[in-house]
């Protein structure tokens, strides 16, 4: 079984591929087309800003690569968010293979702290990434994005607002949390994802 880690400019690579070796799997970090269509698994990751992720994809056609990829691809933080259809993160138009739009996170009454950072739970969990994983679990987030829900989420988080934790649709998964950050949880959701 070959897993590539997608190489662009918006990393928490190492974190990813540590949490990987954890569970035994070894995975090649590469931004070569025909390494990323080889692969049995393909892992999106991202920390930073969306249109300056967006542009470096562009530049290297990872953008139209992606979206054509037919093996299993897991989405992590920016990743996810990048997959969808629209960040207001600077009006970035993003890879639309979710239907869900990029909102940032307004302050609201009870004062919670923008970007989201800490542990928070996540519910209504409707997929085999989530195989042997318990509703309200918690998991690791920093962001001050998040995802809308529509039809393709498939968990939830309450952070001031319900939004999507996590979207699936067709080989395409996406998750705003950090399942390498995210202690047994996390590694629990990186097998099942491996085990697709």
């Known amino acids: 079984m070959k897993t590539v880690i997608i190489q662009y ?7 990813v591929l ?17 390494q990323i269509l ?37 989405g992590i933080c920016l990743g996810m968010q990048l997959m969808c259809k629209f960040s ?3 009006n970035t138009q993003c890879l639309g293979i979710f239907d869900e739009q990029v909102a940032k996170f307004k302050p609201v ?28 679990a918690y998991c690791y987030f920093v962001h001050g994005y998040f995802a809308t829900k529509g039809k393709h989420t498939i968990a939830s988080t309450d952070y001031g ?20 950050k995210s202690a047994l949880v996390g590694e629990q959701i990186l097998k099942n994802f491996i085990e697709l």
């Open 9 to 15: 400019n918006a990393g928490n690579i190492q974190s």
């Open 18 to 34: 540590f949490a990987l070796e954890r569970i035994g799997v070894e995975a090649i970090v590469t931004d070569d087309e025909e």
């Open 38 to 74: 080889q692969a049995d698994k393909v892992i999106f990751p991202g920390v930073g800003e969306a249109s300056t992720a967006m542009q470096y994809l562009k530049q290297r056609k990872l953008d139209q690569l992606i979206i054509q990829l037919k093996q299993p691809v897991l």
């Open 88 to 90: 207001e993160e600077n």
């Open 109 to 136: 009454e009870e004062q919670l702290k923008i970007p989201q950072i800490g542990w928070n739970n996540i519910y209504d969990l409707q997929s085999n990434l989530f195989k042997g994983i318990e509703n309200n």
């Open 161 to 180: 607002i319900a939004y999507s934790s996590a979207l699936h649709k067709d080989n395409f998964y996406g998750v705003q949390f950090h399942p390498e």
